[in-house]
């Protein structure tokens, strides 16, 4: 009934970690398929994903919303979740998500974590549980029923940053949308890299950047500029 589908981009360090989680946390058999879908990776990230037991395609276009959209065109699942290379999900995942949609919920997220204890990325996460666009990023997973996702057009593959904000505003103009009060747990990998208190104010320039107008390619840039071993 469900189809995960991955993004990939060299994450061959994460990749057979998470389908494995994913595979373990499968107590229901409601997993249909895993589908990676891969942006061109040089490293072996196609390979420990076929080792793992995953559906690895390659996308045409490079880019999340790209990649979740071919993906998402090859599913036989009727409910897509859209999940991080570097995510794993909470323990019954997969029952929690149906539950939802049996519920009239027919798309929503999980409350974030990370794999890390300051205290500040705790704080962060910590209003991830609250109903508020504005702290609904794709680190948290994301969930739909396939109609659901194909009545909202799929992601925005013009996007190359804050594609799963935008498609998620869009959704909740024709679903019910729900958080479902358990983490996914998520790589502080980013903001170790770069600093904690810079990665957050850098991911809110950015931010602010897409709200107030400016350019993907600006954001990008910037994006580009500011954080190291950044895979845009």
């Known amino acids: 009934m469900i189809s995960i589908i991955i993004p990939t981009y ?5 990749i057979a970690k998470i389908i494995l989680s994913l595979k373990e946390k499968d107590a229901t058999n409601a997993l249909t398929e895993i589908i990676i879908s891969d942006g061109g990776s040089t490293d072996d990230t196609i390979k420990e994903a076929l080792k793992a037991g995953a559906t690895v395609v390659s996308s045409p276009l490079k880019g999340r919303g790209a990649q979740m959209n071919y993906g998402a065109s090859l599913a036989k699942g009727s409910v897509l979740y859209f999940i991080h290379a570097d995510t794993l999900p909470p323990d019954d995942f997969a029952p929690d998500i149906l539950n939802a949609i049996y519920n009239n919920h027919s798309a929503g997220c999980f409350r974030l974590s990370f794999d890390h204890s300051h205290w500040f990325l705790k704080a962060n996460c910590w209003f991830t549980r609250f109903d508020v666009t504005a702290v609904r990023f794709g680190d948290q997973s994301l969930f739909e029923k396939r ?22 505003k869009r959704i909740r103009k024709i679903c019910r949308f729900t958080i479902i009060q358990k983490p996914v747990l998520t790589s502080a990998r980013k903001y170790i890299a ?12 950015i931010y602010f950047m897409y709200r107030f107008g400016y350019s993907q390619q600006k954001l990008v840039s910037t994006y580009r500029k500011l954080i190291k071993q950044d895979k845009l």
């Open 194 to 205: 770069n600093g904690i208190f810079r990665t957050q104010g850098i991911f809110f320039l």
């Open 147 to 168: 109609e659901i996702f194909e009545k909202a057009g799929g992601f925005n593959e013009d996007l190359i940053v804050l594609e799963d904000q935008e498609i998620i």
């Open 10 to 14: 060299n994450e061959e360090e994460h």
